[in-house]
């Protein structure tokens, strides 16, 4: 239905709002190869397979996920094994409140430079420039960007007690309620 066609950020948003669906991204750019206009250690540290002490599925739709919260421990790693089922791209990343705002921006380029497709990633243009030597090779641990159908894993470790959120940061995806609280304890 939307196989070739490139959407601005807005058009995007304006989709979200009606209950369609947008896509969602996993970004990269600073220095370091991470995003989101902060130290992401903030969030936790990748984790490894041989450290988690749970799975939990995740399914991403148009636009919501299910689970629609997460409980967590401090020192706790977990391996999110994530699926795409909605129609449109997009994203599950793990982060403070600040992060996502930050990320979105990034998201918002990402649809305006052709990366993001309405459902599908052109993984072509992941390596181009953005502007200013800025790429969007989408490889960071806390996050996994899919298109309809796709699935990932990510493995993350929580490293304090302190307030996160799981979210989609395409245009108009998060501002839609894409998104879900991590409450960690000690």
């Known amino acids: 239905m939307f196989s070739t066609l490139q959407y601005s950020a807005a058009t995007l948003a304006l989709i979200a709002s009606i209950g369609l669906g947008a896509g969602a991204v996993t970004a990269a750019g600073d220095d370091d190869g991470h995003h989101h206009g902060g130290d992401m250690r903030m969030a936790g540290v990748p984790g490894h397979a041989d450290e988690a002490t749970r799975s939990i599925e995740i399914a991403m739709h148009d636009n919501y ?34 992060m996502h705002t930050a990320h979105q921006e990034e998201m918002a380029m990402m649809v305006d430079h052709g990366v993001i497709e309405i459902d599908r990633i052109n993984h072509d243009m992941m390596d ?59």
Do not use: Q
């Not at 996920?65 to 990343?93: C, R």
């Open 65 to 98: 996920y299910e689970p629609e919260t997460i409980d967590a421990k401090a020192g706790e790693t977990i391996l999110f094994v994530i699926t795409n089922h909605g129609s449109v791209v997009h994203e599950f990343n793990i982060g403070t409140a600040a």
């Open 128 to 186: 181009k420039d953005m502007g200013g030597g800025h790429v969007m090779s989408h490889d960071d641990p806390n996050s996994a960007l899919l298109a309809p159908g796709e699935s990932a894993e990510v493995i993350w470790k929580f490293t304090e007690a302190r307030p996160l959120e799981f979210a989609c940061n395409i245009p108009g995806h998060y501002e839609s309620g894409m998104m879900g609280d991590i409450t960690v304890t000690p």
